[in-house]
């Protein structure tokens, strides 16, 4: 049993013992009129590079708080190179992905438009916001990166050749996800790879995109079972797998407190 | 490629070419002035039994809709017998949840209360509601049951001997969920054995409970990796591997045109 503060914050300033940070208004107001936290409660602080450090509240202001880190209390680890590469659904379900995917450890949320994606603007920015919240939440020691939406023609034309692609594929040719990330699996190196998983929008892939993905060489094609699953559930399900069968799914959660 | 209905309705009666039924006012409401339908357009039905049949709308009045049954388009199909049982969380969530474990194959939702559940009520009716659309959207041909939630004491005292039970748990001794199904798999009868799994409230589950479920001989207790999940991602996160690893993965959804 470990006695630990109950809120995590992520911060973007570097962590080390004695060091003093400042926090903005919005996470000032969260810990003050929120949590109702007092000068000297302890908080938990990550940055996404040097672990997680316990911090207390020195005081606060008129929009502000300061902090003193303490003790380090967790070192970072290194996390695997994980992107979801998914094409923007609408406003509810986009929020949830994102809180999803960073609670199964994706290192970069990364949108892209498919001929069939009905959305047309992405706030990236409020995925970032979901995605931190999550981490915080996750007990992760880091914060997805979130890219700026292209086309698919533009990121596969830029594609990194040695991170591969698991290309959840609703119709045409595909394995069933399991024989093909346990096969990839008996490979000692294939957790370590960069990898990606990319997911389509409501109405599918066009057939010409699920063709011209199928030939690249860094390409998995896999399906999902025979239930025709929405683009969030199937980016959920692909990562839940990814994870378990090649990710880091044999590791335990930080011990935590049985009340 | 299949001319197809795009619209799926789960009904309760008996489905055979030439019956006629009526709809409730919410769906004829749902097909007249939301999908704007007019006598003559196809829908497809299903019921749980009889499997997916075309039928045509012969006409609306006040508050009804009346079809009739034309050919039969699939056979009703054996589903994997899985429970999905759940501390029930708060309202968009539990929505959440019975939308995505629909999607993902469950056959029944069971509520159950434990020690640190801090919801107590359950709106069974809701979830249903939620598990219609939810398999109406997935192409399933069945609708998961809803189970009237019971404390996870007497869920255990009537527990059927022969489901297996996979605990999802965020602390104490498990197998990673791969290993644990991995293995399982390896017996060709384990797919089609009942089975469930079993997920806690948001506080987790008391030590004393997860003591206790770890010496039932009909439960394998697995963890789902380093981050601490919420309850509803580690319930999808469960479920995605169980059907990939010892469930439908294999399958392929019914054919859908490509546009």
Redesign the interface.
């Known amino acids: 049993m470990q006695d630990k503060p109950a809120t995590r914050l992520y911060v973007e300033d570097d962590l080390a013992a004695g060091r003093t940070l400042g926090l903005d208004h919005t996470r000032a107001h969260y810990l003050r009129h929120v949590l109702r936290l007092e000068a000297g409660a302890a908080v938990a602080l990550f940055n996404g590079r040097d672990g997680e450090w316990e911090a207390r509240i020195d005081g606060f202001g008129k929009g502000w708080c300061s902090l003193t880190v303490g003790e380090c209390r967790r070192p970072q ?1 290194r996390e695997r190179d994980l992107w979801l590469v998914f094409a923007p659904i609408k406003r509810a379900r986009i929020d ?1 992905l994102a ?2 995917a960073t ?3 994706v290192t970069a949320l990364r949108p892209v438009f498919t001929r ?1 994606t009905a959305v047309t603007r992405v706030n990236t920015d409020r995925l970032f916001a979901n995605a931190v919240e999550a981490a915080e ?4 020691l880091s914060v997805p990166r979130v890219f700026e939406p292209v086309s698919l023609e533009d990121l596969l034309a830029d594609w990194p050749a040695e991170r591969r692609l698991l290309v959840c594929a ?2 045409g040719p ?1 394995r ?4 093909a990330l ?1 096969e990839i699996a008996r490979d000692p190196a294939a957790g370590f790879e960069p990898w990606a998983v990319l997911t389509g929008p409501e ?2 892939f ?2 010409s995109e699920l063709d011209g993905l199928a030939k690249l060489p860094f390409v998995t094609a896999v ?8 683009a969030d ?1 199937a980016a ?3 990562l ?2 990814w ?3 090649l ?10 407190s ?2």
Chains 1, 2 share one sequence.
Do not use: M
């Open positions: 680890n949830f809180e999803k609670e199964l450890g069939f939440q996750a007990e992760r609703e119709a595909a069933p996800i399991a024989a346990g109405g599918g066009a057939r399906g999902l079972g025979p239930r025709v699953l929405r559930t959920l399900a692909a839940a797998c994870q378990a069968i990710g880091d799914g044999e590791d335990r959660p930080p011990v935590r049985f009340s």
